[in-house]
């Protein structure tokens, strides 16, 4: 449609060059014509009228300062002391009022003193100076000590010489009777002190030490024992034994003299003690074989219960003779000769001749013959091609080897400063658009809160004894070359299982976008973000949930998550 003097257009026009706007008039609204990131224009009401244009210093008496021209963008004033005159010492220069670094002067006074007089007291102290003790321009007052180390001062300044100190020692002295010594009772005492005769009290006699003892209640007496114990002794002799010495009832010092066998007879090495207590040869009484028998190595048995002979008969090669009460077996089949050699067949090895040495070849994976039993840990190396493994080298081999999982996907976020993570659709959804509402970036340190509703934004480990290894990712700003960084946060089952409340996810991976090995330097482009080192124990039920930190912009993401899964 056209007016007359104006266009005016219905239609989304585009302009591929410059656009000029001549003849605007001025105006009190507040909205400012901006430019999205696409060339589309509109307005923005947001933008701020007013604010600081540019900064300008201007220099003081002590201080200068920049810049002192009108200066735009990102301006940093800097402020100096201005003075001259050579450089500050802390000991001797000061700032002046004239901005000079000087060293102050102390010798302009203005005062009425004409003359200063010294005078003292007593004979302890001389003065150098004249005898009027007087100065009356410059000079110095020289006191000094007249004394010696034998003197000291007393309070009208004179010189006195040190009386004879007596040494330290007792001054006073008091002694008490105890309960059973004796001694003089004095009470704080002075001077020449006796405590008298130091002795025991104790009363009732004089002290034997044969019979009497001190007693607990301080007497001289003889004790009494009232414990049970021999008092008197007695022996006598028996039928087979007796004593060189009898007592009845006898105390002291007692003795029983030789104590002896009363057996009569001559004892030697074939008598024996009777029961009528005499030395007799044993009579024994005769006694009867009813049978013997003799048993062959086929298990056939001969007996003769009466009277007989047996025969023991030679056989194949074997011969059999009898001298007295020996038999004498032979073997008319033994190898008489000289080993001239030994051969042997693989993997036997024989060195020959007629001492040879025997052994056997290692096997190897071609040929049969002796093997070595590895250990668990030569096991596990898996280089060795002669040894062989057992069941407890094979089972520590598996037990320690892993299979690898890759967990892809890709996510973009628009959430500044803090980290963003999947929403409740969990990482399957593009778009995530969780603010976690922190952007710390400490690994093992922070932490954000996630309900029990989110915990579906990540992925769930499904064995015990994972290792989660870390990522490796792509990130890119979306509209300024701005460094973003990729994480990954996790939480046990046992941290938030069964539970409705909020719980904490730890941030265990972390990588800034880094450019290294790029053919370009902006983070506009895809830059690598990569935490390959982790090394997190998982257990099954744990929940790994990634996350996208970007400061302003939106970001794109791709990442591969890499577990550790145990051979099972």
Known sequence: MKWIGQHI?????????????????????????????????????????????????????YINLTPNTPT????????????VDGTAVADTRFLSKANTWDIPLYNTFVGTVTSVTAMIDGNCLTISTAASHTITTSGTFDFEFAGTAAQYINGAGDLITFPTIPAAGVTTFTSTAGTYINITANAAAAGAVSVGTV???????????NTRFLSKDNTWDVPTYTAAGVTTFSNGNGIFVANQITNTNATGAVTLGRVDLTATGTPDVTKFLCGDNTWKVPAYAAGTVTSIGLTSDAGSTSTITTSGTFTIAGGTNVTTSATGTTVTVNSTDQYTGTVTAVTGTLPIVSSGGATPVISINAATLTTSGAVELATAAETGTGTSTTLATTPAGVKRAIDARYTYQYISFHGNANIATNWAIPGTNGPGSTTWSTNTGVSGTA????????????????????????????????????????????????????????????????????????????????????????????????TAGDIICPAILQPAQKAYSQFTIVIKTPIL
């Open 443 to 538: 690994v093992d340190g922070s932490v954000i809160s996630s309900q029990a509703r989110s915990k579906q934004n990540g992925f769930v480990v499904p064995y015990d004894e994972c290792i989660l290894v870390g990522f490796y990712g792509l990130i890119r700003n979306n509209s300024a070359n701005v460094q973003g960084a990729l994480g990954l946060f996790h939480n046990s089952f046992s941290g938030f299982g069964a539970n409705t409340a909020a719980s904490t996810l730890t941030l265990r991976a972390y990588a800034a976008a880094d450019q290294t090995g790029g053919s370009g330097s902006s983070y506009q482009g895809f830059c690598i973000a990569q935490s390959m080192s982790v090394n997190l124990g998982l």
């Open 72 to 83: 735009v963008g990102d301006v940093v004033v800097t402020a100096a002391l201005s003075a």
């Open 199 to 209: 002795d025991l009290n104790a009363v009732d006699g004089t002290s034997d030490v």
């Open 9 to 61: 257009w219905d239609l989304i026009s585009r302009f591929r060059y410059y656009v000029y706007i001549e003849k605007a008039d001025p105006s009190t609204s507040t909205k400012a014509l901006v430019v999205d990131e696409d060339g589309k224009v509109g307005t923005n009401s947001a933008i701020a009228a007013g604010g600081v244009d540019s900064v300008t210093t201007k220099d003081t008496s």
